[in-house]
């Protein structure tokens, strides 16, 4: 990761001073939460970061569920995100904001510490690796399921969450795959490490409803919404885990995924084990979208001033 500032609690700051004090309470619990989002050069040479309003919502949202107040508004932190991607010369970038509790007292009560907020941006590439976005990629179904409900809030992108996803992740590598889906409490098909979860079955598009321990993702909200304007029917309902083998294509999706197409599953193929139609379809829309050529992408873009 390559860049030069930081935005840190309204400065912006060298890359190397944007240090974090080893007794802050999000580092010993997890008290932190965060967002990722990508912006785009568009195909008028601008660069434009999508949705940026909604991720920087659910940030907040994400902090009032664990009692915190952010002390900046949605709008601060729109002006930071254009400052920090405007003075690293990023064309695209992806863009880290987070949000946590910095150091004042230890104890599992974090009310007494200061919050912390942060915006850092940079170059990166495909999540999942380019050949997989054509491809498709391997995935396993993980030995570690998501949390029950009234645990830890899967609606929150919280830092502590993502231990959980974690241990998804390196299970998976070991494995020798690339990514692994994770199953609910009740042992049906919840989403991936970082990514949500789309299956298609006879031309309907299948997803988790949020009530399957699923983050409410907003690349996901996007798809949803762009295969409804190409005519696909959607349905959020309780996927079994055996419904993965059978079906005829399956994708991945989060702003660091994009659209990531499943060739296999648990070694067994995904369709013909290559990328399907209908999802190189929605790979094609999105990227429309992201780059100022659908038709809510003067909704959904936020230019760089």
Not at 5 to 15: A, D, Q, S, T, Y
Not at 93 to 106: S, T
Not at 244 to 260: C, K, R, W
């Amino acid at each position: 990761m390559k860049m030069d500032w930081i935005w840190m609690n309204g400065k912006l700051v060298p890359e190397q001073d944007a240090n974090v004090h080893v007794l802050s309470h999000g580092l010993h619990y997890g008290s932190s939460f965060f967002e990722g989002i990508r912006a785009y050069e568009t195909v008028d040479g601008r660069t434009a970061v999508f949705r940026l309003k909604e991720h920087l919502q659910r940030l907040h949202e994400t902090a009032k569920i664990y009692k915190t107040e952010i002390p900046y508004s949605v709008e601060e932190l729109t002006e930071a995100t254009n400052q920090v991607i405007k003075e690293n010369k990023l064309k695209s970038a992806y863009i880290r904001p987070l949000a946590y509790r910095g150091r004042n007292v230890l104890g599992v009560e974090p009310r007494k510490c200061p919050v912390d907020v942060a915006i850092a941006a940079w170059e990166w590439g495909a999540y999942l690796g380019e050949e997989g976005i054509e491809n498709g990629i391997r995935v396993q179904v993980s030995s570690w399921r998501r949390m029950a409900p009234n645990t830890i809030p899967a609606l929150a992108k919280a830092g502590g969450n993502y231990l959980s996803s974690q241990l998804i992740k390196m299970e998976a590598i070991d494995n020798g795959f690339e990514e692994g889906i994770a199953l609910d409490y009740n042992g049906n098909i919840s989403e991936g490490s970082g990514e949500n979860i789309f299956v298609i079955k006879n031309g309907i598009l299948y997803t988790p409803p949020l009530a399957s321990s699923s983050l409410a993702g907003i690349t996901r909200d996007t798809i949803i919404y762009l295969a409804k304007e190409m005519n696909y029917q959607i349905e959020e309902k309780v996927l079994p885990r055996e419904f993965l083998y059978t079906a005829d294509e399956i994708f991945l999706t989060g702003t660091a995924a994009e659209v990531t197409p499943v060739a296999e599953v648990d070694h067994l193929k995904v369709g013909n084990g290559k990328r399907g139609s209908i999802t190189k379809q929605i790979q094609e829309a999105y990227t429309d979208a992201v780059t100022g050529k659908g038709s809510k992408s003067e909704e959904w873009l936020y230019y760089i001033q």
